[in-house]
């Protein structure tokens, strides 16, 4: 798995991550089980980055309990997610119980409150709880706010969307991020999930078969990290078989502009 220095935050992070909206959001011993085992495939697969919200119920507490006495081993990124100052200390009371006392990569989630909230991360990072500090958000109506962020100097990392049928942030926003010098997490690579239903056959894949690509899936993630400006994708699974598959992606060669193209054709046939 290759690693990647998360901008200038002093994180290195492995190129495919792993996210928990929804995966992880689950309660019963079983379900947690089942959470358990893909952090088991994660970790063993090099996907040591993980990255949660109290925004995703249960998901946080859920991949507290799977690390347990691996926390050492992961890079964990969470978020606050209030508008309320309150909250969100207590939001970070819960996370820090969760992680071991520390969060690696600590965002704020939406842009929600950001200047309050970017206080309490400041403060969490200066009593050496918090490593780097980051900002998120999914809504292309809301890069010029989260540009702003950037630019503050506050931020080392932002977390965007970016996949071949969402690709807003080319605009702006990955340049911005690549001159500011700051990491970049890239959330929903597989659009949620909707470009599974777009899955082509093997047949289209064979190009992109010397470039050690042999499912659609490993396709997106490496037109994804081909773009350097880009640091960790983090897909959602809930199958270690999944996580295995995704891990595999996460190696050189890159795909050059033409891999690229093949793989957009794809994803937005006709
Ligand atoms: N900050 C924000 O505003 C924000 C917003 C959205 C997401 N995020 C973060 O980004 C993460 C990822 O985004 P996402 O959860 O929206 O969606 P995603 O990662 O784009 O897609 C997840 C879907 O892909 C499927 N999948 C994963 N690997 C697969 C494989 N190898 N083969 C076939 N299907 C596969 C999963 O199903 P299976 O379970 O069957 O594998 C799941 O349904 C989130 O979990 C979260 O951590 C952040």
């Not at 063993?44 to 691996?70: T, W």
């Not at 950001?114 to 780097?132: F, I, T």
Request: hydrophobic letters at 45%; aromatic letters at 8%.
């Amino acid at each position: 798995m290759e690693q990647r220095a998360l901008g200038h935050t002093g994180l290195v992070v492995p190129v495919v991550g792993l996210g928990t909206w929804r995966t992880f959001d689950v309660s019963g011993e079983p379900a947690e089980r089942s959470a358990r085992a893909v952090v088991d495939a994660a970790l063993a697969s090099g996907v040591n980055f993980f990255d949660s919200s109290p925004m995703y119920g249960e998901a946080e507490r859920v991949l507290g309990l799977a690390l347990a006495d691996r926390r050492a081993r992961a890079i964990v990124a969470t978020k606050v997610w209030s508008s309320s100052p309150h909250q969100g200390r207590r939001q970070a009371e819960h996370a820090l119980a969760f992680f071991g006392d520390r969060i690696d990569l600590y965002q704020v989630h939406n842009l929600l409150a950001w200047r309050p909230q970017l206080d309490l991360l400041d403060r969490l990072k200066a009593s050496g709880h918090v490593r780097a500090i980051g900002a998120t958000h999914f809504q292309a109506s809301a890069f010029g706010e989260l540009r702003r962020v950037m630019e503050s100097g506050r931020i080392g990392a932002i977390q965007v969307p970016y996949n071949p049928t969402e690709r807003d942030v080319e605009r702006e926003i990955l340049p911005a991020a690549a001159d500011l010098g700051l990491g970049v997490v890239v959330m929903r690579p597989f659009a949620e999930g909707l470009l599974g239903r777009r899955r082509p056959s093997a047949a289209a894949l064979a190009p992109l078969a010397p470039f050690g690509v042999t499912t659609w899936e490993q396709a997106l993630l490496k037109w994804i990290l081909s773009d350097p400006r880009c640091h960790v994708a983090i897909p959602a699974t809930s199958q270690p078989a999944h996580v295995v598959e995704n891990a595999a992606a996460g190696a050189p060669p890159w795909f050059g502009p033409g891999e690229r193209r093949i793989v957009e054709r794809l994803a937005t046939p006709g």
